[in-house]
């Protein structure tokens, strides 16, 4: 049985992993950038309310 240096996850898309580097589709890189980008607009509010 032959290893895949592909990991897929559902909403990940395709992440190929070689030679300790990370390769991402575009779709995927703006994905993970959408995530980022509300977490801190989020942590910002949560901030600038006082609650942290």
Known sequence: M???DNLKASWFGKLNL????????KATERRVCFFMTMGM????????LGIF
């Not at 070689?18 to 589709?25: A, L, P, Q, T, V």
């Open 18 to 25: 070689k030679e300790g580097k990370s390769y991402f589709s």
């Open 2 to 4: 032959e290893k895949s």
């Open 41 to 48: 607009l989020l942590a910002g509010v949560f901030v600038k």
